[in-house]
């Protein structure tokens, strides 16, 4: 089958996949071969990463929670011998940050939870903020650091560390595949005066799960995740530029960006296609003409 599709079917490609359905399910549904659909992944991605790192700019957030979320590419990292740590295969986690008020998404990376990949995803997060904010992440201890470097004295950080119940496997128990009950909470003051009822991570971990829910490389217990770290993040950029201006929020009632006064109405998903291609033919001819 030609790789060039109409408008059309590729609409309705991109679609399928920011709704959660894998690659070869949508093979199955659209007739498209696969090898097409992770061409025009890639191609959307690639726009949809430009359109992002343009348009996140100069934003109002007030109160930011912070967390990474667990994948991996190509195999899980027990299993990745020595010899090929440097190739990128193993864990893959994503560093999301989400604003508490309009559930924008301003930042995300991909890449191993470590000091480096920590340090560059907080400096592309504080340069994207127009003003003082309260950050509340998890314990990791890693993040402590590159926000001290970032903000300086511009933020009010804290910590929450959540405690859980003893799991069990007896019968009648949590069992394995059930989440943890929370026992308690201990949230510490890092910098500045973070207020305490407003320091939280519910509504980033809720938007890990909308991740999950939507992204099929991140369900777990599948054979969907990804096989290339590059398309890993094409799909990424491709779910955060459809959740901010295409996903209307439940409780919002409206999309992130509007809530963020980044546009004045839902974009429908061509809208987002098109403007996403015309960012990146903008970075292309920027000598040539401005940007909208």
């Known amino acids: 089958m030609s790789n060039h599709l109409k408008t059309e079917r590729v609409t309705a490609v991109i679609n399928m996949l920011v709704e959660g359905c894998s690659v070869r399910s949508t093979e199955r549904m659209t007739g498209v071969h696969r090898d097409t ?4 992944l890639v191609r959307v991605g690639e726009d949809c ?4 790192d343009g348009r996140m700019r100069d934003l109002p ?21 020595k010899e090929l740590e ?3 295969v193993g864990d893959a986690w994503t560093y999301v940050a989400i604003d508490a008020e309009t559930k924008l998404v301003p930042a995300f990376m991909t890449g191993k939870r470590n000091e480096a ?28 650091s590159p926000i001290a470097e970032a ?7 804290a910590s929450l560390v959540k405690q859980y119940e003893a799991e069990t496997t007896t019968l009648g128990g949590a069992g394995k595949y059930s989440p943890p009950k929370v026992t308690g909470t201990t949230k510490t003051p890092i910098f500045g005066q973070p207020v305490a009822e ?14 999950r829910m939507n992204n099929r490389r991140f369900t777990r217990l599948t054979n969907a995740h990804s096989k290339k770290l590059e398309n890993h993040g094409h799909h990424l950029a491709l779910h955060f530029a459809y959740y901010n201006y295409c996903r209307v929020h439940g409780s919002l009632r409206v999309t992130p960006a509007m809530a963020a006064s980044l546009t004045d109405h839902v974009w429908s998903l061509p809208e987002l296609l098109d403007a996403a291609a015309d960012s990146a033919y903008c970075s292309k001819t920027l000598a040539l003409r401005p940007c909208r």
């Open 198 to 211: 407003l320091v939280s991570t519910s509504y980033v971990e809720r938007n890990n799960l909308n991740i």
């Open 49 to 52: 990463a430009r359109l992002l």
């Open 61 to 81: 957030c007030e109160r930011l929670e912070i967390d990474e979320l667990w994948a991996f590419v190509g195999k899980k990292q027990k299993h990745v011998p």
């Open 151 to 157: 903000f300086g004295t511009n933020v009010d950080y």
């Open 117 to 144: 990949t920590t340090r560059v995803f907080i400096n592309d997060l504080a340069s994207r903020l127009r003003k003082r904010v309260q950050i509340t992440t998890d314990g990791l201890k890693l993040y402590v």
């Open 37 to 40: 659909i992770l061409r025009h």
């Open 86 to 88: 440097h190739l990128p």
